[in-house]
């Protein structure tokens, strides 16, 4: 089984490449640069009226890191509509080190203690990278997404790299530009991130602050109400969508 280097994917990522795999249990992976790519503006996000009120409703307790290796195992595996995946082992486990070092981040969705939805990406710079989302119940992975937006919002973030379009990422506000259209927004969210073992970790210790390092804060949004120990409510999180830059 080929392993991945965390450095090498970091970089590809910075230059608008990505790993794939054929199916679940393929020996191999290869790399994918769209000629056309989907992007979900952060304040473009589509919050309709079903939606919003599943969100404020908080119709599922949403979490952010807390079971990483549980959503990229839950994205990984076969569904009725989806009966295989891109995601083999080498990038199940070369995510689940990079989560470890803090780029890769995970939002999950739960009904009672039960994971019913969510996704997970990589944070580089200002730009987050949506790898895979999973919706096991109702708009879960609906769900996620907003609060997700919401997250990058707070933190600064600039880009939200969709890879490619698809109806259900359209119906949320994605919009598809070319390769090159891309690569100027990833330039401008990447430059100056560092690339060694500071960046997000580094902000998540306090030892830096996005500023410095031109980082994205991934967990800003957790202290939006410092005074309490709860995450923001869904009525928040709609709030922060439909806020004005």
């Known amino acids: 089984?080929?392993?991945?280097?965390?450095?090498?994917?970091?970089?590809?990522?910075?230059?608008?490449?990505?790993?794939?795999?054929?199916?679940?249990?393929?020996?191999?992976?290869?790399?994918?640069?769209?000629?056309?790519?989907?992007?979900?503006?952060?304040?473009?996000?589509?919050?309709?009226?079903?939606?919003?009120?599943?969100?404020?409703?908080?119709?599922?307790?949403?979490?952010?890191?807390?079971?990483?290796?549980?959503?990229?195992?839950?994205?990984?595996?076969?569904?009725?509509?989806?009966?295989?995946?891109?995601?083999?082992?080498?990038?199940?486990?070369?995510?689940?080190?990079?989560?470890?070092?803090?780029?890769?981040?995970?939002?999950?969705?739960?009904?009672?203690?039960q994971l019913v939805g969510g996704l997970y990406g990589l944070a580089l710079g200002r730009a987050f990278f949506g790898e895979s989302m999973v919706s096991r119940a109702r708009d879960a992975s609906k769900v996620a997404l907003a609060w997700l937006v919401a997250r990058l919002r707070v933190g600064g973030f600039t880009l939200l790299d969709c890879q490619f379009q698809t109806d259900h990422l359209a119906s949320l506000g994605a919009t598809e530009i070319s390769r090159r259209d891309y690569l100027g927004l990833l330039s401008a969210a990447v430059d100056g991130a560092v690339a060694g073992a500071l960046g997000a970790a580094a902000v998540s210790a306090g030892v830096a602050s996005p500023s410095e390092l031109a980082v994205g804060d991934f967990f800003a949004l957790d202290r939006l109400a410092p005074e309490t120990a709860s995450p923001p409510s869904g009525k928040r999180i709609a709030q922060l969508l439909v806020q004005t830059s």
């Not at 191999?28 to 404020?56: C, M, N, Q």
């Open 1 to 113: 089984m080929t392993s991945l280097d965390p450095k090498l994917v970091l970089g590809a990522y910075a230059v608008g490449v990505f790993p794939m795999a054929d199916h679940r249990t393929a020996d191999s992976v290869y790399w994918v640069e769209p000629k056309r790519r989907a992007i979900l503006p952060l304040d473009g996000f589509h919050l309709s009226h079903s939606l919003k009120k599943t969100v404020v409703g908080d119709r599922y307790r949403v979490t952010a890191d807390t079971a990483f290796a549980d959503i990229i195992a839950l994205c990984a595996d076969s569904a009725v509509d989806r009966p295989d995946t891109w995601i083999n082992p080498a990038i199940e486990a070369v995510f689940t080190e990079l989560h470890h070092r803090g780029y890769a981040h995970s939002i999950e969705c739960w009904d009672d203690d």
